[in-house]
């Protein structure tokens, strides 16, 4: 290494290109434009290679040049390498030639791929010398900041909208962070928190922190990447709520394509969202490079956001990469979550039953083709949305301690299933 910043060069504004130092800062003083973390590729490029990443633990740091910490991590050393799983039976189901389930559902500590931007974010803070840490969320990203500010001795305050459920609250709650739960939607959190974190001296990992954070999604597409064999796949399929994540797959795609990690190839990125709340793919689907705030009406609640921060640079990436953005009814996420648990045993959360929901109609609508190869980004838990479900997944049969029971219900459900 060799400046005090590691890799990293400067933030820089997504907007004109300013430069500024490399502290907690988020946005553009000239126009406001989004900060994102620049890095020395050249130096980059001397000692990062497919070799490198391979000799490496498994874990998201094996790619930690191109994640924005100076020095070492010290938060979340564990978090990543989730399975990237052919799911042969839910591509027939689908119809589609090849399918891949990229499982964050089962990511380390919280079970969603949160805790890939929380361990950047929280490492980060502590270089920067904070000791209370804080996010506005929609739910994983509050789990994930209460447990991993837990294991790192940090103060932690998450926000929430109070109506979350029950398991998302439980789940942040157990670790004893402050858990506030604010009478409105994440939009208005969000803007209570950029109040705060204007006026307590807070990292607040999705505010003042978001440049760092943010690159920790880019994780996920490494790994994609890697765990394809270092090939980039034809098309991926991710859930939006900020937009976010999927900017930075495709960041993730183009630095690996840029420092010939992989060949670059003309893969497809496609956005997802619940109909209850879709301003990035009803924009899209308007041919608009702009989308219009809505109010959130969704089960999918880690997905509500009705103003999305990085709306219209995903809206960017989809129509740059020839990627389709559509939404899903509730009733659609519903089937979504119960044909990946039932055709690849996988229980995602209701965000993944919106990225089945939308693979599907996107497979059937042609706008995927049926002989091509799809990476699906399943990024939640389901344990933690049973509320979703409950009521919708059939009953338990209930009978005595009793033999003959038992083969009373066999024979009557042969002859309804005949
Ligand atoms: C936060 C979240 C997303 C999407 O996040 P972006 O804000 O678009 O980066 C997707 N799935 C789940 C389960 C999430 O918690
Ligand atoms: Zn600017």
Redesign the pocket.
């Known amino acids: 290494m060799t400046t005090e910043n590691g890799y990293m060069k400067a933030l820089k504004c997504r907007e004109c290109g300013r430069e500024y130092p490399l502290t907690a800062n988020h946005v553009c003083e000239y126009d406001f434009g989004p900060l994102e973390v620049a890095y020395d590729y050249d130096l980059i490029r001397k000692s990062f290679n497919r070799k490198t990443i391979e000799s490496r633990a498994q874990s998201m740091w094996r790619y930690r040049e191109l994640l924005p910490v100076a020095t070492e991590p010290t938060v979340g050393l564990q978090v990543g390498h989730t399975p990237l799983i052919k799911a042969d039976r839910l591509a027939k189901r689908l119809g589609i030639r090849e399918l891949w389930i990229k499982n964050d559902t089962v990511n380390y500590p919280t079970l ?3 805790d890939r931007v929380v361990s950047v974010a929280l490492s980060r803070s502590k270089e920067l010398g904070y000791k209370t840490v804080a996010c506005a969320s ?4 509050a789990n994930s900041v209460a447990a991993n500010a837990a294991s790192a001795g940090l103060r932690a305050f998450v926000f929430i909208p109070a109506d979350l459920e029950q398991g998302k609250i439980v789940n942040s709650l157990v670790y004893g962070p402050e858990v506030i739960g604010i009478k409105g939607h994440y939009d208005e959190v969000n803007r209570l928190c950029a109040e705060i974190a204007g006026k307590y001296g807070w990292a607040f990992v999705n505010v003042n922190m978001r440049p760092y954070y943010a690159e920790g ?1 880019k994780s996920m597409g490494f790994e994609i990447a890697e765990q394809m064999g270092w090939k980039l796949p034809q098309h991926t399929v991710v ?8 900017t930075k797959i495709h960041k993730s795609y183009q630095e690996f394509a840029k420092l010939g990690i992989v060949e670059s190839s003309g893969y497809k990125i496609h956005g997802a969202q619940a109909s209850g709340c879709s301003p990035i793919t009803v924009a899209h689907k308007a041919g608009l490079d702009f989308f219009k705030p809505v109010k959130p009406d969704t089960i999918a609640k ?2 509500a ?1 009705g103003t ?1 921060a ?1 709306g219209f640079y995903a809206l960017k990436v989809m129509k740059e990469t020839q990627g389709h953005g559509d939404d899903v009814t509730d009733d659609e996420i519903r089937e979504g979550i119960r044909l990946l648990a039932e055709y690849e045993g996988i229980f995602a ?1 209701t ?1 993944g039953g919106v990225t089945v929901g939308v693979a599907k109609k996107l497979i059937a609508n042609g706008r995927i083709p049926k002989d091509d190869s799809a990476v699906l980004c399943i ?2 838990n389901g344990l933690k949305t049973l509320d979703a479900v409950v009521g919708h997944v059939g009953n338990t049969k209930e009978i005595r301690p009793s033999l003959r029971e038992f083969e009373a219900l066999l024979s009557a459900e042969e002859k309804a299933s005949a």
């Open positions: 969603s791929f949160k929609t739910g994983n990203l999604s859930p939006m709520a900020s937009g976010s994540l999927l880690s997905l956001i999305p990085d959360e965000a990024t939640g």
